[in-house]
Nanobody
Framework: QLVESGGGSVQAGGSLRLSCKTS????????MAWFRQGAGKEREAVAG???????TYVDSVKGRFTVSRDYAKNTLDLQMNNLQPEDTAMYYC???????????????????WGQGTQVTVS
């Protein structure tokens, strides 16, 4: 099970930190990722991490977003800085069965999904 938290409304230039709590499986040793879907848009991969904690990002968030694992809390976090209106979307946490070759940015490569948390930037 994946449960996201940390979404909200911020002004442009602000920051938010999303967190994805995992339970029921060893997600900390699997491929995980953050995706987002804006109104009327297709789901987009934002950031991914493999079992070796190698990270990857979509170009539009590089230098602004950071994905990381908190092994103590068993969470996947997404630190989002300098948020812009185009970052407005529902953000989803996802986990796959793979470990190092994740198939990012393909959403179909991830088997478990959270319900999402809304981020609104004005």
């Amino acid at each position: 099970q994946l449960v996201e938290s940390g979404g909200g409304s911020v002004q442009a230039g602000g920051s938010l930190r999303l967190s994805c709590k995992t339970s029921g499986f060893a997600a900390n040793r699997r491929c995980m990722a953050w995706f987002r879907q804006g109104a009327g848009k297709e789901r987009e991969a934002v950031a991914g991490i493999n079992a070796g904690d190698i990270t990857t990002y979509v170009d539009s968030v590089k230098g602004r977003f950071t994905v990381s694992r908190d092994y103590a809390k068993n969470t996947l976090d997404l630190q989002m800085n300098n948020l812009q209106p185009e970052d407005t979307a529902m953000y989803y946490c996802a986990a796959g069965l793979s470990t190092f070759s994740c198939g990012w940015p393909q959403a179909g490569e991830y088997d478990y999904w959270g319900q999402g948390t809304q981020v609104t930037v004005s």
